[in-house]
């Protein structure tokens, strides 16, 4: 069984630019998560959908952050414009049942100059 | 204050000791205790997944809360130089249908041949 995919795996943009990040959940995982890890801070929670609705987008930080999950299939986080401050490693995670394990992809890392 | 203290490290053992990890919280309302590894360059990936007050083993791990103390701890009995990762605490309330979690800042390991 594929694990959460995310694309793409680095990122490098200029300040001010926009950046679309993917992630493919597992097959058949309804529930998918978005979070994001800034330089030395923890991992924090960003959306939850459960298939193509938002659950839960207490943790987005401010409107220039869009996600959208057309189908209940595949999730793209924009970031438009970017700024300095959203530079770090942004993850998906997906779990079939709400109360189930979150599996986790690798990561996207982005770098905003 | 953070919701969840994390013991920061870093950590550096010889092969064969026994590792403590810990975290401590303040919100009552975390139900679900998770442990995650993280490889450099990698997701996180599910270690032990808790519910209840107690101890819970899976082989070389144990995962242990106290709910009246607030308090969470991963021991890895026979560690091993490919234990060497960032763990992560990690917990969760019950919000309805949503359920996201709040990460600890990870404490790295390093198990020395």
């Known amino acids: 069984e594929a694990g959460v995919t995310q694309f793409p795996s680095h990122s490098v943009i200029e300040k001010g630019q926009t950046v679309t990040l993917r992630c493919d959940p597992i097959?058949?995982?309804?529930?998918l998560y978005w979070y994001r890890r800034v330089m030395g801070k923890e991992i924090k929670f960003l959306l939850h959908f459960v298939k193509e609705s938002k659950q839960d987008e207490s943790g987005m930080p401010n409107n220039r952050f869009l996600a959208e999950r057309t189908g209940g299939t595949y999730s793209t986080l924009k970031v438009q414009p970017a700024e300095l401050e959203d530079s770090g490693v942004y993850f998906c995670?997906?779990?079939?049942?709400?109360?189930?394990?979150?599996?986790f992809g690798p990561g996207t890392r982005l770098l905003v100059l | 204050q953070k919701e969840v203290e994390q013991d920061p490290g870093p950590l550096s053992v010889p092969e064969g000791a026994i590792v403590s990890l810990n975290c401590t919280y303040s919100n009552s309302a975390f139900q679900y205790f998770m442990w995650y590894r993280q490889y450099s360059r990698k997701g996180p990936e599910l270690l032990m997944y808790t519910y209840s007050s107690g101890n819970k083993e899976d082989g070389r791990f144990t995962a242990q809360v106290d709910k009246s103390s607030k308090y969470i701890s991963l021991f890895i009995r026979d560690s091993q130089p490919s234990d060497s990762a960032t763990y992560l605490c990690a917990m969760s309330a019950t919000l309805g249908s949503a359920r996201q979690l709040t990460f600890g800042s990870g404490t790295q390991l390093t198990v020395l041949p």
């Open positions: 097959s058949g995982h309804d529930n």
């Open positions: 995670a997906s779990s079939q049942e709400v109360r189930e394990t979150q599996y």
